[in-house]
């Protein structure tokens, strides 16, 4: 083999060595990267989940007959809703 065959066989090597690492490189800084999200949106779907609870509780002990909402649901006159 000539110089030149070497040099080129090694610029392919080295090329695809290059390649192959940034490869490897950017998957590892991508996976991190989707890690730490989704660990982000498990903590905030862990507190939905608890506001979900308490919103849920709250409801259910909310008595609708005892509140009498007929009531405070009158309309106002002085409010102009379609003008």
Known sequence: MT??????IATVFGLSFSSILIYFLQTKKEKKAHLYTMHILKTEQE??????A?????L???DFLKQNLNESLHTQSEIELFT
């Open 54 to 58: 308490i919103r849920a509780r709250h």
């Open 3 to 8: 110089v030149f065959q070497l040099y080129i």
């Open 60 to 62: 259910a002990a909310y």
């Open 47 to 52: 507190i939905n989940k608890k506001q979900i």
